[in-house]
Nanobody, 118 residues
Framework: QVQLVESGGGLVQAGGSLRLSCPAS????????MGWFRQTPGKEREFVTT????????RYADSVKGLFTISRDNAKNTVHLQMDSLKPEDTAVYYC???????????WGQGTQVTVSS
């Protein structure tokens, strides 16, 4: 069974950076794309960014364009999220997820907390 385990979250001051990682462990990983989502208490989970495994095609939410960068290491079945110029409003639990060929995110990690202080 494939598992996604996020790491790299923590507390950072506004303007700082964090790098999240999400390795996929278990049997052979065969997914179309990987994505990052985030959620704050009382709000719905929101899309942050995604990348396809084969061609590395990326897409970002408008709120993080130019600030966050998603990348993948196919050999290690790992996706990273580099977050720069962090703002207090980026505070959330960040989730890594894997999508099938239909773009459905059907595999999720447990989440990692990111807290940005002002």
């Amino acid at each position: 069974q494939v598992q996604l385990v996020e790491s790299g979250g923590g507390l950072v001051q506004a303007g700082g950076s964090l790098r999240l990682s999400c390795p996929a462990s278990g049997r052979t990983f065969n997914k179309y794309a990987m994505g990052w989502f985030r959620q704050t208490p009382g709000k719905e989970r929101e899309f942050v960014t995604t990348i396809t495994w084969n061609y590395g095609v990326t897409r970002y939410a408008d709120s993080v364009k130019g600030l966050f960068t998603i990348s993948r290491d196919n050999a290690k079945n790992t996706v990273h999220l580099q977050m720069d110029s962090l703002k207090p409003e980026d505070t959330a639990v960040y989730y890594c997820a894997a999508a099938d060929n239909y773009g459905r995110y059907d595999l999720w990690g447990q989440g990692t907390q990111v807290t940005v202080s002002s």
